[in-house]
């Protein structure tokens, strides 16, 4: 698997990863094989709606222009409307800030049968919060834990969880910060905000160490993405959440096709149709 799987709390090291590095894959055989990885993608949240039984939360966090948004378009692009959402956590509103920091995110948390994506997520409460000492050291301190208990209650509910963090090397960013002033189509997404973000980078950089090496479980794994190449990102996404769904199928077939015959019998008895 492209993707670096965490799924036990350890020290981990973003800086070990290459952030260019793609297993070595050509980048055409790659595109030819997307399409297939994501209609089969789609194929499995069809069966997870249709089966109501399990829910999907995707996570993903990154640095800015890391490509959360272009992997959005790809990944949830590909998955039926109807039972996907997408949610984008913003800076916290008033109302939200007089709660406590899961409040809003536990109500955008999918029901069984939905996937939803978390474009950001209540790991902002222990990276942007913590890098710009929104809150005092005691209080995001605490965070891991409470998300940690907040991961395995969803997982309790049978809610299948898939965190990705997509890993970009500064250099990277730099060109695409550029890029959105170069171009006229992208300069809309410019914010002067960015380049002082980036001026923390080692501060952000220990941050996603900590809230990788602190929140990981087997129920709720963090997914290290190399992100400097769009086309191998996708493809580590797709292969990193299809070998995660797989195991469900069965599962959600013989549910659907017990679900069936109970229908059929409930047919039969119908005098009308005699
Ligand atoms: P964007 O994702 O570019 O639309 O920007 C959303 C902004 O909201 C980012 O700068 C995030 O860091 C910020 N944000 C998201 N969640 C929080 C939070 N819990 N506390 C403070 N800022 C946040
Ligand atoms: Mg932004």
Redesign the pocket.
């Known amino acids: 698997m492209l993707a670096k799987k965490i799924d036990k709390p350890t020290h981990f090291s973003l800086r070990k990863l290459d952030p260019s590095d793609d297993g070595g894959l050509s980048r055409e055989k790659s595109e030819a094989k997307l399409p297939e990885m994501l209609t089969r993608l789609g194929e499995l949240q069809e069966l997870l709606y249709a089966a109501g039984t399990h829910s999907l939360l995707v996570v993903l966090q990154g640095r800015?222009t890391a490509g959360?948004d272009g992997t959005l378009k790809a990944i949830a692009g590909a998955m039926n409307p109807v039972g996907t959402r997408v949610t984008?956590?913003?800076?916290?509103t008033a109302t939200e800030l007089s709660h406590d920091?899961l409040w809003r995110v536990h109500q955008q948390a999918p029901a069984h049968g939905e996937a939803v994506f978390f474009?950001?997520s209540?790991y902002?409460?222990v990276?942007?919060?913590r890098v710009?000492q929104?809150a005092p050291k005691e209080i995001w301190e605490k965070r891991y834990e409470h998300i940690n208990n907040f991961e395995s209650n969803l997982s309790d509910s049978n809610t299948i969880i898939v965190k990705f963090c997509l890993h970009i090397s500064k250099e990277e960013q730099k060109q695409r910060l550029l890029e959105r002033e170069q171009d006229p189509k992208k300069a809309w997404k410019l914010?002067p905000?960015d380049w002082k973000?980036r001026e923390l980078w080692d501060q952000y950089t220990e941050a996603y160490e900590d809230a990788i090496g602190k929140c990981a479980s087997e129920k709720a794994p963090w997914l290290v993405i190399c992100a400097d190449k769009k086309w191998a990102r996708n493809i580590a996404v797709a292969e990193a959440l299809l070998s995660i769904l797989e195991p469900y199928e069965k599962t959600w077939r013989a549910s659907l096709d017990a679900l069936g015959e109970k229908q059929k019998a409930a047919l039969a008895t119908l005098s009308e149709r005699r």
């Open positions: 800015d959360k984008s956590f913003k800076i916290p920091f474009n950001r209540h902002e409460d990276l942007v919060v710009h929104l914010n905000s973000e």
